[in-house]
């Protein structure tokens, strides 16, 4: 069961490039999310999901969009990286919107110079 | 708007002595919440979470935690640590309306374990 995959695993950017960083999971889950990981700062959310077709905005949403248009998969964007988004970032996914576990990706780990 | 604080950003125990990792939540309706842990290089984990049932939940490798709501707190422990233990804890309450299903995190505890 390959469970939640992130791609890529590393990713060095300059500043102003545009990336995307895919997120897929095979579980048939609703609910997808992605969180950004820095030191100090736990985690915070990005964007999130509650089934295809539907998105809304978390914590600090600036600088990223996101679409899901099939359940499985969920991709994260940069339009234009600053270095502000370097981070290492985390896809993560639940069955449905109650207290179910949340399975998280192994993470993106992205430097923006 | 629910939110959790984690006191303490790093936690230094020796083999064998009890853990206490302490988070205390701020919420407006009755709260879920969760403890995760994070190996290094790998996502997070789900150690137990608190739905409202019992006060006392036990969770995965010999963890419990306690909810008091006269203390707004979800301290997670361990009788008796391992050095398998060391890793990165996470408490998180489940945050906005019911049905947005997102999950609030806070700023993670280091745990390091001596021999």
């Known amino acids: 069961n390959a469970g939640v995959t992130q791609t890529p695993k590393f990713q060095v950017l300059k500043t102003g490039q545009s990336m995307t960083l895919q997120c897929a999971q095979d579980?048939?889950?609703?609910?997808m999310s992605w969180y950004r990981q820095d030191p100090g700062m736990g985690l915070r959310l990005i964007h999130y999901?509650?089934?295809?077709?539907?998105?809304d905005q978390g914590e600090v949403p600036n600088g990223y969009n996101v679409s899901r248009s099939t359940t499985e998969d969920f991709p994260l964007r940069l339009l234009s990286a600053a270095p502000s988004q370097t981070s290492v970032y985390f896809c993560?996914?639940?069955?449905?919107?109650?207290?179910?576990?949340?399975?998280f990706g192994e993470g993106s780990r992205l430097t923006v110079l | 708007a629910q939110s959790v604080t984690q006191l303490g950003s790093h936690v230094s125990v020796s083999e064998g002595a009890l853990v206490l990792l302490r988070c205390n939540y701020s919420?407006?309706?009755?709260?879920?919440l969760f403890w995760y842990v994070q190996y290094p290089n790998q996502g997070l984990q789900l150690l137990l979470k608190?739905?409202?049932?019992?006060?006392l939940v036990k969770g995965i490798n010999g963890f419990e935690a306690e909810f008091k709501k006269s203390e707004t707190s979800f301290h997670l422990t361990k009788p008796s640590a391992h050095m398998s233990d060391a890793a990165e804890y996470f408490c998180?309450?489940?945050?906005?309306?019911?049905?947005?299903?997102?999950?609030?995190f806070g700023q993670g505890t280091t745990l390091q374990v001596k021999p």
């Open positions: 993560a996914s639940r069955l449905g919107v109650g207290t179910g576990e949340l399975f």
């Open positions: 579980m048939n889950h609703e609910y």
């Open positions: 999901s509650v089934g295809a077709g539907i998105t």
């Open positions: 919420s407006s309706v009755p709260p879920y």
């Open positions: 608190y739905t409202s049932a019992a006060t």
């Open positions: 998180a309450v489940k945050g906005g309306s019911s049905n947005t299903g997102k999950l609030i």
